[in-house]
């Protein structure tokens, strides 16, 4: 069983940055596919950002956000910058045992409780 905790969401301005973290309880980290998804309002989940042996963005966060690892921390993490209103969203941390990148939220097994962003203007 993975555990997977969030943190870094807040309430930001318009053109502000985020740092989120998200934190496995997992020695084989390394062997673990990560992924960003987030869920605004009377919306469906959607992936933002994935990382596995390479990495893959949404087009509307494509020269903002930048995912990376730290596997002797067990962290992933999503760098947030010029951020948007329609940035607004809970951010869910989500891991599975892929050899590849993954989108779709049923693919992946392990879910972080979520952090709540919200962009005002």
């Known amino acids: 069983q993975v555990q997977l905790v969030e943190s870094g969401g807040g309430l930001v301005q318009a053109g502000d940055s985020l740092r989120l973290s998200c934190q496995a309880s997992e020695r084989t980290f390394s062997s673990l596919a990560m992924g960003w998804f987030r869920q605004a309002p009377g919306k469906e989940r959607e992936f933002v950002a994935g990382i596995s042996r390479s990495v893959y963005y949404v087009d509307s966060v494509k020269g903002r956000f930048t995912i990376s690892r730290d596997n002797a921390k067990n962290t992933v993490y999503l760098q947030m910058n010029s951020l948007k209103p329609e940035d607004t969203a809970v951010y869910y941390c989500?891991?599975?045992?892929?050899?590849?990148?993954?989108?779709?939220?049923?693919?992946?097994?392990?879910w972080g409780q979520g952090t709540q962003v919200t962009v005002s203007s």
């Open positions: 989500a891991a599975d045992y892929f050899r590849g990148i993954r989108t779709r939220k049923d693919e992946y097994a392990y």
